[in-house]
């Protein structure tokens, strides 16, 4: 994100308010109606929304002063700082800025900057006032700069802004770091891993027309969502989140929301016209390839065991098998087992009947997928550490082959049930050629 001296519309659709966000826009308009100019510092680390919230801010004052009925005039400028930039640097281009602003020319401007020691800033705040502008609005946006070598010309600009009353001007500086004891500090990041990945959702939705396209006929079906989710269970933001690295950003997070919803990433989510649940994530093609990189060797061996032993029931199962795994697998990630409740909450469609299916299902996995699966008859759980994970994964993958040689060879338990089976598959395999010599 860039900071816009004319933010676009689409840069002010993807902003979304966060809560401390909302009380920062608050603090602002509320300091602009005292009378007084106002100095305000949004600090934080990389990537939490300080210059999109810039732009958003930005383009709110350039809207309320085109709807203006009166004879106010508002200003509002944008300022990205280089890095490497001197206190005098940033005084000039500041003061370049107003004078272009209010149709001045470069004669103006060297005037003002002859002036020296922000003595500049005095003449052109009241240059803007003598041409009718009642309100100015100044965004700073400092990006990946080290804020302190400017922190005096800042303080010096603050003093000035707070002593003139006319025009109203408000400086808002987002920069790395806390506040300056000087200067009134905002914060406009998530305060939690699920309003960021409310605020991703919000931004993947726009950046996908067809997800919008949707939005209100998926909608009109839900009940206890928030179209703010939308078209996410609850379940599947926290398993979304889970995926996520913790230092994610909102920009992060909308990526993994956009491969979980995007069609050309090979997903087919957009086709199931319902609330995504946890299990619909493995639709995903870059999903699947980040689960695997987080599962590791010995995980994803496990995962292949599951999925061997899940294709092993029966075929009227339809998909259920692969989703109650799907399901335990994302949980995982979450550090949770489910319950047999909340496992059947994740699964398209849950009846008081399915349950009871679930249940028969659970046992069935926990016995022939070899302890990847783990089911104590109230709540179930995906192990990823298997002993001889390799080994099962294996003859899982082959199993549908060799059950041509022998239809009711089981799945392994454990690392000693495929010793015997193996045994046993090597006695079938002996009798086979014998049979094939005789032919």
Known sequence: MELEAEPKELTVRTYVLTA??????????????????????????????KTHFLNYVLSLERIAGGRSLDDERRLAIALSVAAGATAVQLEGILL?????????????????????????????????HR???????????????????????????????????????????????????????LDVAPHSGQEAMLAAVARAR????????????????????????FPFHSETLRALLALAPSDCAVGDLAR????????????????????????????????????????GEAGRNALRTSYAAASSLSRDDGELPRQIVDSLLLAHFEGRELELGQ????????????????????????????GAIRFDGRSARFNPRLPHAREMAAFAAALP????????????????????????????????LELARDV
């Open 343 to 370: 496992l059947c909450a994740r699964l398209p469609k849950a009846t008081d009947q399915t349950r009871l299916q679930v249940r028969k299902m659970l046992e069935r996995l926990a016995q022939t997928a070899g």
């Open 96 to 128: 370049e800025q107003v004078a272009r602003e209010l149709g001045g020319d470069k004669r103006a401007t060297a005037v003002w900057r002859a002036l020296g020691n922000a003595g500049g800033l005095r003449v052109a705040l009241s240059e803007a």
């Open 131 to 185: 041409l009718g502008v009642r309100r100015l609005t100044i965004a700073v946006d400092l990006g990946d700069f080290d804020p302190a070598a400017l922190f005096d010309c800042f303080r010096r600009f603050a003093q000035i802004i707070a002593s003139n009353r006319a025009p109203v001007t408000t400086m808002l500086v987002a920069g790395r770091g806390p506040a300056p004891d000087w200067a009134a500090g």
């Open 401 to 432: 082959v060799l059950r041509r040689l022998d239809p009711s060879l089981p799945c392994p338990r454990d690392a000693d049930d495929l010793e015997l089976i193996l045994g046993r598959l090597g006695n079938t395999v002996a009798q086979a």
């Open 256 to 295: 993994l929301a956009r491969d979980a919803l995007d069609p050309s990433e090979g997903s087919r989510n957009m086709a199931l016209r319902r609330l995504l649940l946890p299990s619909d994530l493995t639709a995903s093609a870059p999903l699947s390839r980040r689960i695997e990189t987080l599962l």
């Open 20 to 49: 401390a966000a909302a009380r920062a826009w608050e603090s602002i308009e509320r300091a602009a109606s005292s009378a007084r100019g106002s100095f305000f510092w949004i600090g934080g680390r990389t990537k939490v929304g």
């Open 206 to 229: 726009e950046f996908l027309p067809r997800a919008r396209q949707f939005l209100h006929g998926f909608y009109a079906g839900t009940q206890g969502e928030t179209e703010q989710a």
